[in-house]
């Protein structure tokens, strides 16, 4: 089946740096990658939608620039966080849809990144 | 906009018991797709079961089944003879027939005990 990895699964920087969070389509292509934020106990939050070659779809409320997104690959996104500071610790995880797309099985969850930022 | 409700923050059950997650949702929309996603303590996202809204027949999956009230706009997951590994968080999801993202609810926390 459709596999997505996810690396680092977890990182701890230190504040004022920048962290990138890669995903990887293993065995499909991946046209558009959703990222997630999920703070404890809590529900995933959609922080932004990247399509192949184009730029990302920021939701409201979430900084661009601080979250910087790249699709260039359709087996490749990745998740930089610049500047990291204590409250951009959070659960971090990306979900990959595939076209044609798979039905409604076509979300394909990597299995998260923890960021810690001392 | 959307918006998915999951009105139980936690719910226990006994193993070999039945179980039922509440999920209620808001939308304008005709057209759309529900699911039901399991996140164990590994963290790993996994799909339980989805409903396409069109489909008057309510979706299963071996031991789990859902309640799909398109007019009540309600979507209940029932987990038959619960076992030690359905522990985990249940999110219920909605997706737009016009758009790709998902919106999830609150999730609720699921313990299955001996």
């Known amino acids: 089946g459709a596999v997505v990895s996810q690396h680092p699964s977890w990182v701890i920087c230190k504040s004022g740096t920048s962290v990138k969070i890669e995903c990887r389509s293993l065995d499909f292509q991946a046209t558009t990658m959703f990222w997630y934020r999920q703070f404890p106990k809590q529900s995933l939050m959609l922080m932004a939608t990247?399509?192949?070659?184009?730029?990302?779809?920021?939701e409201q409320g979430v900084e661009k620039d601080k979250f910087l997104i790249n699709h260039a690959s359709l087996t490749l996104s990745t998740l930089t966080v610049t500047s990291a500071h204590p409250e951009d610790s959070s659960f971090y995880i990306c979900?990959?849809?595939?076209?044609?797309?798979?039905?409604?099985?076509?979300?394909?969850f990597g299995s998260g990144t923890r960021l810690t930022v001392v | 906009a959307q918006t998915v409700t999951q009105s139980q923050p936690e719910m226990s059950v006994q193993e070999a018991e039945t179980v039922t997650l509440s999920c209620t949702y808001d939308t304008s929309e005709n057209n759309y797709y529900l699911f039901w996603y399991k996140q164990p303590p590994s963290r790993q996202m996994i799909l339980v079961i989805r409903?396409?809204?069109?489909?008057?027949q309510n979706a299963t999956e071996n031991r789990f089944s859902v309640n799909f009230q398109k007019a009540a706009k309600s979507f209940s997951l029932k987990i038959s003879d619960s076992q030690l590994g359905d522990t985990a968080m249940y999110f219920c999801a909605f997706m737009s027939g016009t758009a790709s993202k998902l919106t999830f609810g609150t999730g609720t926390r699921l313990q299955v005990t001996l």
């Open positions: 990247s399509n192949e070659g184009s730029k990302a779809t920021y």
């Open positions: 979900s990959a849809r595939a076209l044609p797309h798979r039905g409604l099985r076509g979300y394909t």
């Open positions: 409903q396409e809204a069109y489909k008057q």
